[in-house]
């Protein structure tokens, strides 16, 4: 008798994901041979970020991704004391050693109070990243920030050594520091695409959250570009009130300076 | 050399945030003292880290007594309420156990202080900016900025908990209709006992014209829906 039900060539349908759907072009993580290769080192790692990212994202995801998590750390510590030592050139003295170690520990401390929401905001969307993923993810955003800042260095030191306005290139490094953010949060959001998240709307939630302890951290440990008679402030301020203390004044500063000018050409 | 299959999540953790229902039925069908253990451990841990840094501005003292009042709200009214729990679940035509409402709400319970130990970081970070709490610091835009803040960060975790929950509720009931006449019974019995037992641990924030002290002498003296009364009446002779 014949088999009423050969087997089919076609394999079964896989059911519909429900997790965020990858854009055009987009493909699975470790789709290429290539993106499964390990990072053996720093400078692999440094170069890897900026070229090929997906590849960092999946050895993320791989057991015993802590030495390259280690090695990502360890390149931002290093950028992020070399553009701290270029923000100090600004005053020097003190801020030679001063602007680095806070910038590093700033940036670092900024990461791991928000390390938690953001496990928590992955989980939440779906996502089955485990802690370490979600560890090595911020890692990865710190790295590629502070690569970027020293990319800008030369300019911010060139602009620091021909201008005494500490108004302007307080606008300066924020504005380095914010393009290096888009840059690094852009990573973060690819790598947590592909942890199966069902949304992105706890992620976007976490990056404001992010950004705001990144500025008030500005405050917090200022003064970054000027100077100041103790390490810490003494004085607890919100970075809006900070930045509008400084722009006032700036504006008082550049009044009396013009003032100055007038008399002295009366 | 080609590396390992990526490795999903398997922490139990993991598994409560992202409210697997049927992972979560299953728990709660049986019974096991460990995992009964690690959701009272995530309430404690996460609601006292959060209650740490709420009372941290006052003084570090009153942030020791809101480490331990906010834990204990949680969990009293969760074992407060759990046989009225229990026997209305049934009635409004959710066939479930008594151990099996216990062990959904303290699941609930238990997200909601995850959520709240992962933000008790953010929190502090915001206390620690904060100017010192001075006599006049009511009339400050900070201190009305921490209050909303921590009443924006708690009313996530709520929403979360008990999102989560429902989902918990479908899953055992069969029934959308039913899950959501259950929770929102459970949320009333809840909300009227842990309101005033919030009333009685208070101050959590804490005055700096007042001394930091774990109860207030008045703390049994009225209740919360009678303060909301009074203050509604002030209101109205007002105008």
């Known amino acids: 008798m014949n088999d009423m039900n050969p087997p089919s060539p076609i394999p079964p349908q896989i059911p519909p994901s429900t997790s965020l759907p990858l854009g055009p072009g987009q493909r699975p993580p470790g789709d290429d041979p290539a993106e499964r290769e390990p990072i053996p080192g720093v400078v692999t790692a440094i170069e890897c970020i900026l070229r090929q990212p997906r590849r960092v994202m999946c050895q993320l995801r791989q057991p015993g991704s802590g030495k390259l998590i280690a090695a990502i750390l360890f390149v931002a510590v290093v950028c992020s004391l070399i553009y701290g030592a270029v923000v100090g050139s600004f005053s020097g003295g003190v801020q030679w050693w001063a602007a680095p170690v806070k910038i590093a520990a700033g940036l670092l401390i900024s990461a791991l109070i928000c390390l938690p929401s953001l496990y928590i905001f992955a989980c939440l969307s779906g996502s089955q990243a485990r802690l370490a993923e979600i560890f090595g993810f911020v890692s990865g955003l710190v790295m590629l920030m502070t690569i970027l800042l020293i990319g800008f260095a030369p300019v911010a030191w060139l602009f620091s050594q021909s201008t005494e306005s500490l108004c302007w290139m307080g606008t300066l490094h924020l504005l380095f520091a914010m393009i290096a953010m888009i840059f690094g949060l852009r990573f973060l959001s690819g790598a947590f695409a592909q942890t199966n998240a069902r949304s992105q709307a706890g992620l976007s939630t976490w990056i404001i959250i992010f950004v705001l302890v990144v500025l008030q951290m500005t405050a917090a440990l200022r003064p970054l570009v000027g100077t100041s008679d103790t390490f810490l402030p003494t004085e607890k301020k919100f970075f809006v009130s900070h930045w509008f203390n400084c722009l006032d004044q700036a504006t008082r500063d550049m009044s009396r300076h013009s003032r100055d000018r007038s008399r002295s050409r009366d | ?239």
């Open chain 2, 1 to 239: 050399m080609q590396a390992q299959a990526t490795i999903s999540n398997p922490g139990a953790f993991g598994t409560l945030l992202r409210g697997e229902a049927n992972t979560l039925a299953g728990w709660s069908a049986h019974f096991d003292s460990r995992r009964l253990a690690t959701h009272i451990g995530v309430i404690i841990l996460g609601a006292g880290l959060y209650g740490a840094a709420m009372g941290w501005w006052r003084e570090p003292l009153q942030a020791l007594f809101v480490a331990i009042k906010f834990p204990l709200i949680l969990l009293l009214t969760a074992f407060g309420n759990a046989l009225l729990n229990g026997m209305l679940a049934p009635l409004l035509g959710l066939n479930i156990s008594f151990r099996q409402s216990l062990l959904a709400v303290l699941m609930s319970f238990a997200i909601i202080a995850a959520i709240l130990g992962a933000f008790a970081p953010l929190a502090a970070f915001l206390v620690w900016n904060a100017p010192p709490m001075t006599p006049d610091v009511k009339s400050t835009a900070t201190y009305g900025f921490i209050k909303l803040v921590h009443v924006v960060v708690i009313a996530f975790a709520g929403v979360v908990g008990n999102a989560r929950l429902f989902q918990l509720l479908v899953r055992l009931g069969g029934r959308r209709q039913v899950a959501g006449r259950v929770l929102f019974a459970w949320l009333a019995v809840n909300l009227f006992l842990g309101s005033q037992l919030t009333w009685i641990a208070r101050p959590f924030i804490g005055s700096p014209q007042l001394p930091v002290v774990f109860l207030r002498d008045t703390a049994f003296q009225g209740n919360f829906y009678e303060n909301v009364f009074h203050t509604i009446l002030s209101l109205l002779s007002m105008n």
